[in-house]
Nanobody, 119 residues
């Protein structure tokens, strides 16, 4: 069993930055692909990015954020971060992480963290 905890969401102004966290417990983060997903009100869940287990690299699924967001893993903290830079109104969503790069394959999910974009 794996437990994921999301944190770091909140209110951010357009153009601002925010760092979201996905902290793994009951396992070690480097053993899992960890994907970030987001869901805006009235829209379906969409994959954002994924860091693959061990040192197998990262993958970006949402091209609109690829040049503004970064995904990193800190093995010592058992955490995967999604750094949101130059945030835009369309980035407002509930962000959650999961133990797979594909939502339909993911078994374990974080509880999500809300990002609100407003001036």
């Amino acid at each position: 069993q794996v437990h994921l905890a999301n944190s770091g969401g909140g209110l951010v102004q357009p153009g601002g930055s925010l760092t979201l966290s996905c902290t793994v417990s009951l396992s070690t983060v480097e053993k899992h692909d960890i994907g970030w997903f987001r869901q805006a009100p009235g829209k379906g869940r969409e994959p954002v990015a994924c860091v693959r287990r061990e040192e197998r690299g990262t993958a970006w699924f949402l091209l609109s954020v690829k040049d503004r967001f970064t995904i990193t893993r800190d093995n010592a903290k058992n955490t995967v971060y999604l750094r949101l830079n130059d945030v835009k109104p369309e980035d407002a969503a509930d962000y959650s992480c999961a133990t797979d790069c594909r939502a339909d394959y993911a078994v374990y999910w974080g509880q999500g963290t809300q990002v609100t974009v407003s001036s």
